[in-house]
């Protein structure tokens, strides 16, 4: 019923700048938390930035200087800004998502999108 939904990975150069967003959808009172995290192959899924339902943000510290979470409450959307992507940053990018339903609090997922920096 309660989605969180990915988009905006690709391949892209080293240097280039992307964003990724995710949006939640379904039956939801609505979404407090939000945060991205990626992983790649043989390595833990490691939070990469949080925002807050009233914006306050949190970065992973080796990210910081390049990355930027923001969200749009009406759109219940989450979007992470990328720049100067370097090949280190492939990964899949997972949106999650704290999300306030019929039912409860519930920690949410997205399905990931991949984000590949190659020459």
């Known amino acids: 019923q309660v989605q969180l939904v990915e988009s905006g990975g690709g391949l892209v150069q080293p240097g280039e700048s992307l964003s990724v967003s995710c949006a939640a959808s379904?039956?939801?009172?609505?979404?407090?938390?939000m945060a991205w995290y990626r992983q790649t192959p043989g390595n833990q899924r490691n939070l990469v930035a949080l925002?807050?339902?009233?914006?306050?943000?949190n970065y992973a510290d080796f990210v910081k200087d390049r990355f930027t979470i923001s969200r749009d409450n009406a759109k219940n959307t989450v979007y992470l800004q990328i720049a100067s992507l370097k090949p280190e940053d492939t990964a899949v990018y997972y949106c999650?998502?704290?999300?306030?339903?019929?039912?409860?609090?519930?920690?949410?997922w997205g399905q990931g999108t991949q984000v590949t920096v190659s020459s």
């Open positions: 999650n998502a704290d999300i306030l339903t019929t039912t409860g609090l519930a920690n949410y």
């Open positions: 379904g039956s939801l009172f609505s979404v407090l938390n």
């Open positions: 925002i807050s339902g009233d914006g306050r943000t």
